[in-house]
């Protein structure tokens, strides 16, 4: 399968990495109306991989078809045309459900049970016997923070918004899943929840898990993710590593005070003054030839970082290339 499947659009693709998820010309096209006569394309030829033990995000702007290629993966939704493996098994083959975890988008909980039996339910479908649920469940709770009080006393009616996500997230890890999918699990969340989450998420990388995650929390991708993608219109713009798609960080954004205006408007040519003879600007050329020149003009270094756009300059920037 490997070698009829293109793999082009992913610039860090290596033979030598286990792959977990690999699409090829992956498409979905729903029919609506009356008749079916309506066609919504949501997804156009999608190809792309995910490799073992990668945190990866998949981005785009809400209507992008993050959530269909998420369902497509998971062989909730089949596709129009195109295929995929998922751990090594065509798209919707049942011997994978075990290995693999789940959060929807705005999941539905069975809010009069408490966490605990939600959990216990979950565990049930998995067939996962008695003795590893009472292990696992509080061990799955300690790791998203919910108290086993919480967990045993509240019906999940009585949960905020975040502790709904982080028994979501427990029970997309009930089955100690290979590859964890997560649909947009930091949305509508304050700063606190998506720390939580993101701490969460960290420590599943940490224990070697696959992590495939849609997002337009672009922040929080930033800190988390080994590679990106971004989907608009259904189409795949872009995909690669951060380094590989904002570029390794090359030059210094610099803050300083005092030196001589013209001579500092070569070393930094976006420069821009600010009461006090304070300034800042991206340095072009040498960084200690930079600080020779500046101890000379009587001038000093304030602050100073290394400089790449963001990656929501970057998003912005390719929606705009696309014309999107
Ligand atoms: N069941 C469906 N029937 C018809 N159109 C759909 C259905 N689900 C999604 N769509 C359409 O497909 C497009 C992509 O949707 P979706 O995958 O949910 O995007 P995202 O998750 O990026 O917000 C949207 O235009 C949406 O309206
Ligand atoms: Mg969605």
Known sequence: MKSVIDTTNSPSHTEDRPLVVLTSELRKVYSNGLFLNQKVVSLKSCSLVVYKGETFGLLGPNGAGKTTLLKLLLGILRPTSGRGLLLGKPLGDRSCKQRIGYLPENPYFYDCLTGWEFLQLAAGLFQIPQSVQNRRIPQLLELVGISQADARKKQMRRYSKGMLQRIGMAQALINDPEVVFLDEPMSGLDPVGRYQIREIILSLKAA?????????????????????????????????????????????????????????????????????????????????????????????????????????????????????
Not at 258 to 263: A, F, H, L, S, T
Not at 317 to 324: A, E, P
């Open 208 to 324: 070697g898990k696959t992590i495939f995650f849609n997002s337009h929390v672009l922040s929080e991708v930033e800190l988390i993710c080994d590679r990106i993608a971004i989907l608009a219109q259904g189409k795949l713009i872009c995909c690669g590593s951060l380094n590989e798609l904002l570029g390794t960080p090359h030059s210094y954004h610099v803050q300083g005070q005092g030196g001589d205006c013209q001579i500092l408007q070569k070393w930094l040519p976006n420069i821009e003054f600010k009461p006090d003879g304070l300034w800042q600007g991206e340095l072009q050329g040498d960084v200690y030839d930079f600080f020779a020149s500046l101890h000379l003009m009587g001038g000093q270094i304030l602050a100073m970082k290394l400089f790449r756009p963001s990656l929501e300059e970057f998003f912005i920037q390719q929606l705009q290339q696309h014309k999107i």
